[in-house]
C-alpha cells in the first residue's frame, strides 16, 4: 500500500465484543424525540480512494462533498494527512483543500503520515504532527490553535505515552476532537470505489442503501449509549472519511441525522458540552472512540444491541484489503 491507502485498520469485532460485555438493559434504549446534536469529522483529507494516485476522481469526490454540504446546510470540520501530497498533484490538491476553508469548514492536523503512537515511537509520532502542520496552517490561514484527530484513535499504547503525547499537542496549540459515533464507513468505502471503477451500478446501489442502513442503526445505538453512560443525550462527534461513497450519499446522511432527531452543529459548539471534559485514561495500542473510553471509564454499560456492518461488505473490504 502507497501512504494514500489510509484507510483504518480498527478491528471489525472490537466493538461488537465491548458491546456486548458492556451491555446496558434493554430500557436503556427507548426513543427520544427530543433534539440531539450531532457533529460531523472527515479524516483523511484530501481523500481515501482505491484509486491512490488519480487525481480527477480525488478532486471529483472532494468537491462534490463540499458543496453537498454547503447544499444541506450541514458544518464540518476535515482533518487533513499532508503526506498524501506525495502521490498527488500538490497543485490541484492545494486549492481543493483551500475550497473546504473557503467554503467554511475548517481543516485540522491528521499527522503527516497517518502512522500512531502504537506503531512508532512516540517522538517519532510527534515529528510527524508538526511535519504535517506547515499545510492545513497553509491552507486553512490559521495561526492559532489547530484541531487535531488521532489516526486510528490510537492515543498511546501506555497512560505515560499517552500523557506524553497529550502534553506535547497541548504545548503545541492543538485540541483534540474526540470521536464518539462511527459508523464504519471505510469498510464500505473500498467496495463502493471497486463498484465505481467497474462500473457496476448494481453494486453501488446495493452498498449506498447497505451503508446507509448501518449509519442508521448506529446513530441509535450511539445516542442510546450516551444515555446509558452519561444519563442523558450529549452532542455527538461523528467520524467519516473523504470518499466518494460520502460524496455520494451526503444528502442521504443529512436526512437519516434530521430523521433520527439530530441538528447538525459545529465541532466547537459539540464539544462545548461539560462531558467533552470527562477524563480519558485509556491507553491500548487499540483505538477506541471516545464513548467506549468513557464507558470503561465510569464503569457504565454501553446500550444492547450493537451490530457489524453487513457480512457481504466486510467480506467485499477484506478481499480488496488483502489484494
Not at 462500473?199 to 449509549?225: C, F, N, P
Request: charged share 25%.
Amino acid at each position: 500500500m502507497t501512504l494514500f491507502s489510509t484507510f483504518p485498520r480498527l478491528p471489525l469485532l472490537a466493538t461488537a465484543c465491548l458491546a456486548t460485555v458492556l451491555a446496558a438493559p434493554a430500557s436503556a434504549t427507548g426513543p427520544h424525540r427530543h433534539q440531539g446534536q450531532v457533529a460531523l469529522t472527515f479524516d483523511d483529507l484530501p481523500g481515501i480512494s482505491l484509486k491512490e494516485d488519480d487525481n480527477a476522481y480525488v478532486e471529483a469526490l472532494n468537491r462534490k462533498l463540499v458543496m453537498g454540504l454547503r447544499r444541506y446546510h450541514v458544518p464540518a470540520t476535515g482533518f487533513v494527512v499532508a503526506g498524501k501530497l506525495e502521490d498527488l498533484d500538490a497543485k490541484r490538491m492545494i486549492p481543493l483543500l483551500r475550497l473546504w476553508t473557503r467554503e467554511g469548514f475548517p481543516l485540522g492536523n491528521h499527522t503527516y503520515s497517518h502512522e500512531s503512537p502504537s506503531r512508532i515511537p512516540v517522538a517519532d509520532y510527534e515529528a510527524d504532527v508538526l511535519k504535517g502542520e506547515p499545510l492545513v496552517r497553509q491552507v486553512s490561514g490559521a495561526h492559532g490553535t489547530l484541531w487535531f484527530r488521532h489516526p486510528y484513535l490510537e492515543t498511546g499504547t501506555t497512560l505515560a505515552d499517552k500523557q506524553h503525547v497529550d502534553s506535547f499537542l497541548a504545548a503545541h496549540h492543538y485540541r483534540v476532537a474526540p470521536v464518539t459515533m462511527v459508523s464504519q464507513d471505510w469498510i464500505f468505502s473500498e467496495p463502493y470505489d471497486d463498484a465505481m471503477i467497474r462500473h457496476d451500478r448494481g453494486a453501488q446501489e446495493h452498498i449506498r442503501a447497505a451503508y446507509l442502513d448501518y449509519t442508521a442503526k448506529m446513530v441509535g445505538w450511539y445516542r442510546a449509549s450516551a444515555r446509558s453512560v452519561f444519563k442523558r443525550d450529549i452532542p455527538l462527534v461523528a467520524l467519516l472519511h473523504g470518499s466518494r461513497l460520502n460524496a455520494d450519499t451526503i444528502g442521504d446522511l443529512a436526512a437519516i441525522y434530521r430523521k433520527s432527531g439530530l441538528q447538525t452543529v459545529s465541532l466547537t459548539k459539540a464539544m462545548r458540552d461539560s462531558v467533552y471534559r470527562t477524563p480519558d485514561t485509556y491507553a491500548s495500542a487499540k483505538g477506541l472512540d471516545w464513548m467506549k473510553r468513557w464507558a470503561l471509564e465510569k464503569n457504565r454499560p454501553l446500550a444492547p444491541g450493537y451490530t457489524d456492518p453487513p457480512a457481504d461488505i466486510i467480506a467485499a473490504y477484506k478481499k480488496l484489503d488483502d489484494d
